[in-house]
């Protein structure tokens, strides 16, 4: 049975997908339509996840997973203590599907992601023509939950940093 996986964090790097999915095929890139993107987590770290937001979008890539792929995203996404696992309906193409998606629980606290997790998304965006205004927003608004003062430019900073 084929298993397809919507990534919006990290796992839209290629090569980082390539290394802990190895048998993981892309499929293409869609907006999730009705979801947010925010940055949670806990004290080891603040990483994206999504949350149901009427009128929201959140722009996605869309993998076919091989043999082994979901146990190996299980273990790097922290399956079931970090994120947990839901499935939604994504249009790629003209094609409707069901594919699985990690969710942290909405509980987490909000936070600040490391400069080089946010260059990755950021070059992720860049790469497949995704609006860095969504990210940015995401930034902005996890920040402000936080309850961490927002410095105009700081995402430039973050991509000013990048390795």
């Known amino acids: 049975m084929k298993k397809y996986y919507i990534a919006y964090g990290s796992n839209m790097d290629l090569e980082q997908m390539e290394y802990r999915c190895p048998n993981a095929e892309l499929i293409g890139t869609s907006m999730l339509e009705g979801y947010e993107l925010l940055f949670k987590g ?13 009128g929201s979008k959140v722009p996605v890539l869309i993998w076919k997973l091989g043999e082994g792929d979901e146990e190996r995203l299980d ?13 939604l309906e994504v249009k790629v193409e003209e094609n409707q599907m069901t594919a699985m998606v990690y969710l942290m629980d909405k509980q987490r606290s909000f936070g600040k992601p490391s400069d080089s997790y946010y260059q990755v998304l950021d070059r992720a965006y860049q790469k497949f023509g995704f609006d860095k205004k969504i990210l940015r927003k995401a ?3 996890s920040l ?11 995402e430039k900073d973050c991509e000013k940093n990048k390795s």
């Not at 806990?42 to 009427?54: C, D, F, V």
């Not at 273990?75 to 499935?87: N, Q």
């Not at 939950?145 to 105009?152: E, F, N, P, R, T």
């Open 139 to 141: 930034f902005r608004k």
């Open 75 to 87: 273990r790097y996404e922290g399956y079931p203590i970090f994120y947990d696992k839901k499935e």
């Open 144 to 154: 402000k939950k936080k309850g961490i003062s927002y410095v105009q430019g700081i």
């Open 42 to 54: 806990s004290l080891t770290g603040s990483y994206a996840t999504i949350e149901a937001r009427k």
